[in-house]
């Protein structure tokens, strides 16, 4: 194989790099690069300590995503122990995300705790219209969230929680790489007397990766946060817009595999949170537009589906504080409606209530428990509680284990989706399962571990199923399955127990996850296609002031036998407010197919600069 100019360079420089490796996750040495407890809003209506959590709970910080060799949102889920991300294409184009061997469509996404998934497929759930220089930290929650999130939260939950504004800042970067990419970006925080307001803007395009077919995109992203903060109120407002425009070769089908889509999401949202002595109210209003315009080529006559749906609604969360503990109990109301060329016009509503309550009969111990309740126009009402109990072994060492039933609707996709190849179900029933786990937990200054097994019993699962080539896929709920598995985490701070600064941290995350499957003799399309293994690694290094080295490494094997390696890199120096950097992703340039029918891009080399500006 024959290297280019750069790529002597690039190799030059990392055999520099590699004859003295280590890890660090700092940017700069007033920043700390580790937080041995924080506060998680995800896994329950209360927020509580990490370490008092009864799920297993796994948060990306501010200060990883600024080291890691990650330039979207499905980047940074890659790093997460036990979550499946399944790209098409590069850099934001599209991806799917399961979590412990679940399905796309079993993986809630929120941002700022509002419902962003798409009634029409999941495999629009990632279409964010959020920039990642917005992301203050990304939180995972492993495991059943029905209890306290309601429909789709079968498998786990996925919650981006955007920056907060506490000073003035300007910023922006330019990237430039490989098959004509760019990346722009800018933003801004203001921040006056009690009103703070965020704003920012991207661009990022490329020619595409592969001679085959088109995969070339351009994907432009607007976001907008502002607050009022009085006191003990605070009334928050979001504004998003993401427009992507791409080719999707190889996405859904290799028969016809020259395809091209156009998605457009706009979502509004608006949250207050109001203190009264020991009684909180936050209320929540949301409505999230989606249009979806997808063509096929057939011999040069477009095959075309195009899809707009709404979901809008609001919920009222309240927690009131007592002897016996932290009660939260609410309630929602949402609508969906879907306007289609291939799927017909339908709409459907829910509302529902929910409980929980934690206690804490003695400083060591804590417990949870919780439940909802919720009517659907399709299906009616469902009822779906759950448990969990933390005990504090000593101090930094706590057990934790829980159980708790969830469920998934169908997407209109699975419902009303109609050709010669593919044939939808209007009389699918939702998926059900119980979940348990297990596990501990260990978080000491300088050291975080983590080792936990679960289970998760389903029913009625939905896939897609033909019986032979010939046939056509038809969808319906076929499947009862058990997957079970363990999973074992370590960060390691040398930072925290010797005098260096060079080396500063090392991660690694290793998941199992085996599946016991009764699709009798059908073959399926998405329920046997889960990880197997899943070992996940990062490494950064400090070399001096400035100058930060971050390796990141997945080694992924399937249930049915595919697997790759992939390695990212990134070199960074700092200097005042600036930076620049060299990433480098596929680092030795693995061939392999994530999802669909799509390759995923060889090598791809990028370089840049950034700045953020503090205005006083």
């Excluded at 995972?140 to 429909?151: M, W």
């Excluded at 990237?175 to 703070?196: Q, R, V």
């Excluded at 605070?234 to 020259?258: C, E, H, I, N, W």
Aim: with cysteine; charged share 25%; hydrophobic share 35%.
């Amino acid at each position: 194989m024959f290297f280019c100019s750069k790529h002597l360079i690039l190799a030059s420089i990392m055999g520099l790099l590699l004859a003295n490796s280590g890890s660090a996750m700092a940017q700069g040495d007033d920043v700390p690069y580790y937080t041995l407890d924080p506060v998680v809003v995800t896994g329950s209506r209360i927020p509580q300590r990490l370490s008092r959590i009864g799920q297993s709970v796994s948060i990306v910080s501010r200060e990883e995503i600024e080291v890691l060799p990650v330039d979207t949102i499905a980047d940074v889920l890659e790093t997460v122990s036990g979550v499946d991300v399944r790209q098409r294409g590069a850099h934001g184009v599209q991806a799917d995300v399961g979590i412990r061997g679940s399905t796309f469509e079993q993986t809630l996404i929120l941002i700022d705790g509002i419902n962003v998934s798409d009634p029409q497929t999941g495999h629009h759930n990632l279409d964010l219209p959020v920039n990642l220089e917005d992301v203050e930290r990304i939180e995972v929650l492993k495991g059943p969230g029905a209890r306290i999130y309601g429909h789709n939260a079968m498998a786990g939950v996925i919650n981006i929680v955007t920056r907060e504004v506490d000073h003035n800042v300007v910023g922006g970067y330019a990237e430039y790489g490989d098959y004509d990419y760019y990346n722009l970006g800018a933003n801004a925080a203001l921040k006056i007397g009690d009103t703070s307001n965020r704003i920012s803007a991207s661009r990022r395009s490329s020619t595409g990766y592969i001679k085959e077919g088109d995969t070339d995109f351009d994907i432009n992203t607007f976001n907008y946060n502002g607050a009022i903060d009085r006191g003990n109120q605070r009334y928050m407002l979001g504004l998003g817009y993401v427009d992507k425009d791409f080719g999707a070769y190889g996405f859904y089908s290799d028969t016809y595999p020259d395809e091209r889509e156009r998605t457009e999401t706009l979502l509004a949202y608006s949250s207050a949170h109001l203190n009264m002595a020991d009684l909180e109210l936050m209320p929540k209003v949301f409505w999230r537009r989606h249009d979806d315009d997808f063509k096929i080529d057939i011999q040069g006559d477009w095959y075309r589906n195009e899809h707009q749906t709404d979901t809008y609604g609001a919920q009222l969360c309240s927690r009131i504080e007592s002897r016996l503990g932290t009660t939260a109990v609410g309630g929602e109301i949402g609508f969906e409606a879907l306007k289609s060329s291939n799927l017909g016009d339908h709409d459907r509503q829910r509302s529902g209530v929910f409980l929980e309550h934690k206690f804490y009969p003695m400083e060591w111990l804590a417990v949870g428990l919780g439940a909802s309740a919720i009517d659907y126009s399709d299906w009616g009402w469902e009822y779906w509680p759950g448990a969990e109990l933390n005990v504090e072994l000593r101090h930094g060492v706590n057990w934790f284990t829980s159980f708790a039933r969830s469920f998934r609707i169908p997407t209109y996709t699975e419902l009303y989706y109609h050709t010669p190849a593919n044939q939808g179900n209007p009389d699918l029933k939702p998926e059900t399962a119980w979940a348990y786990e297990t596990g501990i937990r260990c978080r000491e200054k300088g050291l975080g571990a983590n080792f936990s097994l679960f289970s998760r019993d389903s029913e009625d699962l939905i896939d897609w199923t033909r019986a032979s080539e010939k046939d056509p896929w038809k969808v319906q709920n076929i499947a009862e399955s058990r997957t079970k598995g363990f999973e074992f985490g370590l960060d390691f701070y040398p930072e925290a127990f010797f005098p260096t600064t060079f080396v500063s941290a090392v991660k690694v995350g290793y998941t199992y996850l085996d599946s016991d499957w009764d699709t009798g003799v059908l073959d399926s399309k998405y329920l046997l296609d889960h990880l197997r293994h899943q070992l996940l690694g990062s490494i950064i290094l400090d070399w001096f002031d400035g100058l930060i080295y971050c390796v990141k490494a997945r080694y992924e094997e399937r249930m049915v036998g595919d697997s790759n390696t992939v390695v990212d890199m990134r070199l960074a120096y700092e200097w005042y407010e600036y930076q620049v950097f060299l990433e480098v992703t596929n680092l030795f340039d693995e061939e392999y197919v994530e999802s669909g029918f799509a390759p995923m891009p060889g090598r791809w080399i990028i370089g840049g600069v950034k700045f953020n500006m503090d205005l006083y």
